[in-house]
């Protein structure tokens, strides 16, 4: 049996790595283009995530089994959420309180704290299955008071 790192405790060890890197690249090639690396390489790190969670269900993804995944990303606390609708075809909760966001705060990496994290929430889908989209209006990262997350999941739901 193996035990997995709670995906908290990963950010936070990515971060301490990270942010030394993305200062440098900023300081060399100015903080947007450093920005705009870290999001893409970010961005491809979330989708080869969802692929590999996709290839622990044999391809044979679905909404309820995506829902199951949270327990990842919330495990220890990381995330207190309050579930508005969960079915075969839709996922809408709010967080109320984002450790993520508060610890890459206390790492003063808040500046880029939505590209360490809050970037990964949708692109991860495109790795996993992607019927599933997300829309959402808002983060605490960004300063909001919850996060908004709205999941639909466009195809054909399992029989």
Known sequence: MTTEIPTLTKRKLQAQVIGPIYAEMAAHIGAERAASILDAAIRKAAIAEGQYFAEQVGG?????????????WTRDGALEMKVLEASDTVFDFDITRCKYAETYQEMGLG???????CNRDGT??????????????????????CCTFRYRYNGKPAA
């Open 60 to 72: 044979q993804t679905s909404m309820a089994d995506f829902i199951r995944l949270y327990e990842h």
């Open 111 to 117: 500046q880029i704290g939505h590209l360490l994290s």
């Open 124 to 145: 991860f889908c495109q790795g996993y299955d992607p019927n599933i989209t997300l829309e959402r209006k808002q983060t605490i990262m960004a300063g909001a008071p």
